[in-house]
């Protein structure tokens, strides 16, 4: 009798089909799983791109910053070390080219990434200082090595450079520019053969060469206090020579013997001076009106005086202020002001004259919006200093911050003012009184800026002095102040500063009218 099995499947099926609902369940697991996933990468990655876009937009917002500063000064443009805002870390770098008027700027922006990864955006820009292939500073801003540690090399000027000894040649002046170092001197008790000299500064790690030499006046033993150029062609420099300017003539600036501003041509060998330019309305001499400090900005001349009778301040125009027939080789009468005393530092801004003088008034700031008819809108009285209340000295301007260095038996010798708006007010934002190692009785006769450094020229010292907080001018550890080279009869002074690149060069003068150059830069 045959059986059958209803609705009841053999074993080997049943088995089949269980396992058939195992890798259905499999399958749809990892379906699931993968739609996770994609859904989680999708959330990952949106993240991931609002992240980057947030951090590309910080780096512009850096490079933007570079830019606007670059216009407000070139000298504002210095690297920024890394700071944390919210999950990214921030830092600029800043490389200065060969040309000294460039400088590549970097915005690097790093934030973390899932997994522990470290994901960064770099961008980078050229900046160039427009003003300075017309005699603009050549100084590097940029920190490099360690300047906690300068090293310092001297030379005598006479001995070591010229090898002539005859004459102690001190030196009033030095102004560096595209690897050559211009120096004036000047020695009413000497016979100097030479009073301008061009060295080659190229390589700073060797003993500065003379490319040219010449004299201003061969007539005189006097000199020159100071020296500004063009960039181009031309030096302007500020005669020493003692006139009686009330009877010399000069027609046509041929007279060596009668003028405070003469212009040297650099294309000739040796460079000659193609003009002696006597300024109107000063009736001095025995040395009241003897051209003191110069200026040169934008073919125009500002030249400063030793206190005379009649204005102090005179605006020249060599080919820039639009007086019909004025060159570098036939300077014009543009503009002029009384100040009542000497000028010892002159800083051009924009459409503002800064003028350091023996007054109570130490800083006087003029409006040069009409170049014909200065007019004074600002100035700084500093507190202290005696019966005549300091003697504006120097200066120096960096951005909105105006740097006043003064001459004070006691007191603060160097001021650091707010200069956004120098119509209305200078608030004080820091000062300082610097010390010389052996009394206090001490001068700023020079004023370099360097990122968050300042360099100061004192009568015996450079200075080195941290800035970054007005507030709390600190020395730069260990040893910042630098002792400038002793002449054998003693009274040194420091008279001069300039830098380029890395480099700052320091001249210096004895009692005995003995000239010094010191090159100092950092320790690696």
């Not at 407000?72 to 700071?83: K, M, Q, R, T, W």
């Not at 002539?164 to 102004?175: H, K, L, V």
């Not at 040169?296 to 005379?308: N, P, R, W």
């Not at 040893?479 to 700052?504: H, K, M, R, V, W």
């Amino acid at each position: 009798m045959k059986v059958e099995s209803i609705g009841k499947k053999p074993a080997r099926e049943q088995g089949s089909s269980i396992l058939e609902v195992l890798i259905a369940l499999a399958v749809l697991t990892l379906g699931i799983s993968a739609v996770i996933m994609l859904v989680f990468a999708n959330q990952s990655l949106k993240l991931d791109s609002e992240t980057a876009g947030e951090a590309l937009y910080k780096a512009k917002d850096s490079l933007e910053s570079a830019r606007a500063d670059s216009r407000l000064d070139f000298a504002l443009i210095n690297p920024i070390l890394p700071f944390i805002e919210d999950i990214y870390t921030k830092r600029v770098e800043v490389e200065t080219l060969p040309d000294f008027f460039t400088k590549k700027v970097t915005s690097v922006v790093t934030w973390p990434s899932e997994g522990g990864r470290v994901q960064n955006i770099n961008l980078t820009t050229l900046v160039t200082n427009l003003e300075g292939p017309g005699g603009g500073n050549t100084c590097n801003s940029v920190l490099l090595g360690d300047w906690s540690n300068p090293q310092k090399t001297e030379y005598a000027f006479g001995a070591d450079i010229l090898a002539d000894t005859s004459s102690g040649f001190p030196i009033t002046s030095m102004r560096s520019f595209q690897h050559k170092l211009y120096v004036t001197v000047h020695n009413d008790n000497g016979n100097n053969d030479e009073t301008f000299f061009i060295l080659d500064i190229s390589d700073p790690t060797v003993q500065p060469s003379v490319l040219e030499k010449t004299d201003n006046n061969s007539g005189v033993s006097d000199g020159l206090n100071d020296v500004t150029l063009d960039g181009v062609r031309y030096a302007y420099v500020a005669n020493a020579y003692s006139s009686n300017f009330a009877t010399c003539v000069n027609v046509d600036g041929t007279n060596l013997d009668c003028g405070q501003m003469q212009v040297i041509d650099l294309d000739s060998s040796p460079p000659q001076v193609v003009y002696t330019y006597k300024v109107p309305g000063v009736t001095g001499n025995n040395g009241a009106g003897i051209g003191t400090r110069i200026f040169y900005k934008d073919g125009i001349v500002y030249l400063g005086l030793a206190k005379t009778s009649g204005p102090e301040f005179h605006i020249i125009d060599v080919g820039g202020g639009g007086i019909p027939g004025a060159s570098p080789t036939t300077p014009k009468p543009l503009g002029i002001f009384e100040v009542n005393n000497g000028i010892n530092a002159i800083f051009v801004r924009n459409e503002y004259a800064y003028l350091a003088s023996p007054h109570d008034e130490e800083l006087k700031i003029l409006s040069l919006s009409n170049l014909a008819n200065p007019v004074q809108v600002g100035f700084y009285d500093a507190p202290g200093g005696g019966g005549n209340n300091g003697n504006g000295k120097s200066l120096n301007l960096v951005g909105n911050k105006l740097y006043l260095g003064r001459t004070l038996l006691n007191g603060n010798e160097f001021y650091i003012l707010h200069n956004v708006n120098p119509e209305t007010s200078l608030p004080v934002l820091g000062f300082k009184n610097i010390k010389n190692a052996s009394n206090n009785n001490t001068s700023v006769n020079g004023i370099i800026i360097r990122d968050y450094l300042v360099f100061l020229i004192t009568n015996e010292q450079l200075q080195i002095w941290r800035i970054d907080d007005p507030t709390s001018i600190t020395q730069y550890d260990p040893d910042p102040f630098l002792t400038l080279p002793p002449g054998s009869g003693g009274g040194l002074q420091g008279t001069a500063a300039d830098c380029e690149g890395n480099y700052i060069f320091v001249g210096s003068q004895s009692s005995n009218d003995k000239g010094y150059i010191s090159i100092i830069t950092s320790s690696p």
